[in-house]
């Protein structure tokens, strides 16, 4: 099931809509970019290294004859950068319909962001956390809109402690990637939540076990990576259920959802859990200077 791969079969072109895409630069969401500027899209490639995203514009230019492939700085392990982001941002566009928090950090040592948060939450969790607070309003305004969350199936070990939330009273890396992932899940439920009636909808996915630049902090998943590469999907496959929920019609009704292989899926029982969902809300706004509300 992990390993199996759905297909996005939608067929919705995307003149004249706006999206954002996390991490654009490579992976996943290289591929997820490259298909919604091929459907039209104006797409910005939010992303740390800014020259690297630059080289993969003028890749998604020249493929698909979409001029309107932008590159802007993002980097999601400080705040300044992810306020910097969307003040530009909204200073610049109209509107957003589509926004992809696809970027992250898996397994990396023990390290802290600019803001002293633990990495893995501090990226995968309050980074995209703090960009979708700031850009919601352009969401709603540009309703119909979607926001689409990469979690992983990893969620299942993980566990959210209030406690040890950035990690400096117990730590270990993989189960910290975890932790993140099953905040992306609360997160996108509690959002729905909040959303409802809004006219904005939002999805959390497990996009598979993809061949991608994630796994580069740990020798062991190289190697496994590499043992099992004929297992280990592409990364145009491992996009195909963030496509999938961000395109295709009548998904309204699933707002909240989890998706994998473009299909409902499963989650934990701690990733259902709304008291931990609305009290990791609250942190989150608490830790990044939000109101509470």
Not at 117 to 134: A, Q
Not at 214 to 232: A, D, E, K, P, Y
């Amino acid at each position: 099931k992990m390993l199996s791969s759905g297909v996005c079969t939608s067929t919705v072109q995307l003149p004249g809509k706006v999206a954002v895409v996390t991490g654009a630069n490579s992976g996943i969401g290289k591929e997820t970019a490259k298909e919604l500027a091929q459907r039209g899209a104006r797409v910005y490639l939010a992303c740390r290294d800014v020259q690297k995203g630059e080289l993969v514009a003028r890749e998604i230019q020249t493929m698909t004859g979409n001029q309107q492939v932008l590159v802007r700085k993002l980097d999601l392990s400080d705040t300044k950068s992810v306020r910097a982001f969307a003040k530009d941002f909204l200073a610049e566009e109209k509107h957003l319909h589509i926004l992809i928090n696809n970027a992250g950090v898996m397994m990396c040592p023990f390290s802290k962001t600019a803001d002293g948060f633990e990495m893995h939450m501090g990226v995968n969790h309050l980074g995209h956390f703090l960009l979708t607070h700031l850009l919601l309003e352009k969401l709603k305004e540009s309703a119909p809109s979607r926001i689409v969350n990469v979690s992983s199936l990893a969620h299942h070990l993980g566990r959210i402690h209030f406690h040890n939330l950035q990690g400096e009273k117990f730590y270990n890396a993989s189960l910290a990637y975890c932790h993140s992932k099953l905040a992306n899940i609360l997160f996108t439920k509690e959002l729905a939540r909040r959303l409802k009636g809004s006219g904005v909808t939002t999805y959390s996915v497990h996009p598979g076990t993809v061949q991608s630049e994630l796994v580069r902090h740990s020798s062991f998943m190289r190697w496994m990576w590499r043992l099992f590469s004929f297992f280990i999907k592409t990364p145009q496959q491992g996009a195909q259920t963030s496509l999938y929920c961000a395109l295709t019609e009548g998904l309204e009704i699933l707002s909240g959802s989890h998706f994998s292989d473009c299909h409902v899926a499963w989650v934990s029982a701690q990733a259902r859990n709304e008291t931990i969902a609305r009290r990791l809300w609250d942190v989150s706004c608490d830790l990044l200077g939000l109101p509470v509300d």
